[in-house]
């Protein structure tokens, strides 16, 4: 069992090492990965966000799912902690004003951008 996980690919689709890479452009060409997902949600989110507070709901778990865990494994565990409530703080802002129906279609893409640059800046700082 354990050698058929080891063989799975990483969680983020991106392979944990690559050879071809040093360590400097593979982690500028996962940042540009995940950064391309980032602006692929963002259109998701906007539309999601018609639907008030279960689009912003939806925009939280996609944008952890897709933008925050990719990142988040190379972190150390005290900066992924602060990343972590720094994003959770901003975002708890954002989602007060996902009731508001015209607000909330930019509530969605609002929660893609601050997960993004948080992580982002986290990761590239590592």
């Keep these: 069992m354990a050698e058929l ?11 944990e ?6 360590s400097d452009e593979w982690r500028r060409d996962l940042l540009v990965h995940v950064e391309q997902r980032a602006q692929r949600l963002m259109l998701v989110t906007a539309i999601l966000g018609l639907i008030p507070i279960a689009g912003a709901a939806t925009a939280l778990v996609l ?3 897709r933008i925050a865990s990719p990142l988040r ?13 720094t994003a959770r703080l901003l975002i708890a ?7 508001i129906p015209l ?9 893609v951008a601050v ?9 590239a700082a590592a």
């Design 5 to 15: 996980l080891s063989h799975l690919p990483c969680t983020c689709g991106w392979p």
């Design 17 to 22: 090492h690559h050879p071809d890479l040093t």
């Design 63 to 65: 944008a952890r799912m």
């Design 73 to 85: 494994r190379y972190l150390p565990v005290t900066q992924r902690m602060l990343t972590r409530w």
């Design 93 to 99: 802002l954002l989602l007060l004003a996902s009731g």
């Design 103 to 111: 607000i909330s279609v930019l509530v969605g893409p609002l929660i």
């Design 115 to 123: 997960t993004w640059r948080t992580w982002s800046r986290a990761f």
